[in-house]
């Protein structure tokens, strides 16, 4: 079954899309506090294993607010593409990025992952945070990713997963029950943080994402666990 933020006969991108743009202006806020900024190291893992492949162009899908366009512009001198369905949240991002002087290096625009506004072999990398898990369609949206991508170029992807151990229960608890709390206080959106756990238990971690990247036709997939396997980085090449 399909986890989608609200549960109405809408559509999951639909969803998705009204979910963000309700979220967006106190998104960086409650990303931070929830993460407690642990979410800013996995993002430079991120970009300092792209930077081996020294890209020029770079295309961050599911942008949202722009975190980690910038953290990939900062970290690699590559010009940033960012698209995202939301345009509350393109609007955070847009503002930041001029506050940054940084609007030359990266440009943002409304986008569907699912059907990107590019051409074949585009880009020296392309990145996700956080974002191929609210895909409507996941493998569209995976061989949309590798498309736009060079040949032998990757696509690094950083997404939740699960963490494993003697630590596994206390963390399922504040993801479960403190975190939702958290987010609809701040937010004032009560679905939206109850949609991230579940949409996260809903999602493929580890050797079973590594084998969707594959038969998705990437040739090479490797990946990171990041933080006792909250967070996982892939690394999937065309």
């Known amino acids: 079954m399909q986890v989608k933020p609200y549960n109405t006969d809408q559509s999951k991108k639909t969803e998705v899309e009204d979910m963000f743009d309700n979220i967006a202006p106190k998104y960086d806020l409650l990303n931070h506090v929830l993460s407690m900024k642990i979410d800013v190291l996995w993002r430079n893992t991120l970009v300092k294993w792209m930077n081996k492949d020294a890209p020029k162009l770079v295309l961050d899908v599911a942008t949202g607010t722009g975190d980690l366009a910038i953290a990939v512009q900062k970290g690699t001198g590559a010009d940033v593409v960012g698209l995202d369905l939301s345009q509350q949240m393109l609007n955070v991002g847009i503002d930041k990025i001029k506050k940054l002087n940084l609007d030359q290096k990266i440009s943002m625009q409304k986008g569907d992952a699912e059907n990107l506004p590019f051409e074949d072999n585009k880009f020296d990398a392309v990145s996700v945070a956080f974002g191929v898990r609210n895909f409507e369609n996941f493998e569209k949206g995976l061989a949309e990713l590798r498309r736009v991508v060079k040949e032998n170029s990757s696509v690094y992807i950083l997404e939740f997963s699960k963490v494993e151990g003697f630590l596994a229960p ?69």
Not at 199 to 217: C, H, R, W
């Open 170 to 238: 206390f963390y399922m608890f504040y993801f479960k029950n403190i975190l939702p709390q958290i987010g609809k206080l701040v937010s004032k959106d009560n679905r939206a943080y109850t949609y991230l756990p579940d949409s996260v238990n809903a999602f493929p971690f580890g050797e079973k994402m590594k084998q969707i990247l594959l038969d998705t036709g990437y040739r090479k997939v490797e990946y990171k666990k990041l933080s006792l396997g909250i967070a996982t980085i892939y690394k999937a090449t065309k």
